[in-house]
Nanobody
Framework: QVQLVESGGGAVQAGGSLKLSCAAS????????MGWFRQAPGKEREGVAS?????????????YYADSAKGRFTITRDNAKNTLYLQMNSLKPEDTAMYYC????????????????????WGHGTQVTVSS
């Protein structure tokens, strides 16, 4: 039984920071392509960031970010804790949304990493609210 449990959300003022965590059980995060998505009220779920599964031949992971997240958000993975993270800095009111982590059984690329339909396991989300 796969479980992804997000935490770390909260209410912050614009310019603040939050670090979201996604604790996984039933799967090993470094074996899967993992992603962070968000959904604001009345809007579609959108990809925020994604990180590749661990490849023995490569010392680093491939990451992708939405344009809105580049330079402000960082996706990382702690294999020892089997946990995915999203460090969010310089938060803006438009970052307000429910944030979800998800896993994909197949590799992603620049043209597909943000497609929610390609991710098969999802957490229940953690709310992020940024006030101006």
């Amino acid at each position: 039984q796969v479980q992804l449990v997000e935490s770390g959300g909260g209410a912050v003022q614009a310019g603040g920071s939050l670090k979201l965590s996604c604790a996984a059980s039933g799967l090993t995060v470094d074996y899967f392509w993992m992603g962070w998505f968000r959904q604001a009220p009345g809007k579609e779920r959108e990809g925020v960031a994604s990180i590749s599964n661990r490849i023995i031949s490569s010392p680093t992971s491939t990451t992708y970010y939405a344009d809105s997240a580049k330079g402000r958000f960082t996706i990382t993975r702690d294999n020892a804790k089997n946990t995915l993270y999203l460090q969010m800095n310089s938060l803006k009111p438009e970052d307000t949304a429910m944030y979800y982590c998800a896993s994909s059984p197949t590799p992603r690329n620049a043209g597909t990493w943000y497609r929610a339909r390609d991710y098969t396991n999802w957490g229940h989300g953690t709310q992020v609210t940024v006030s101006s």
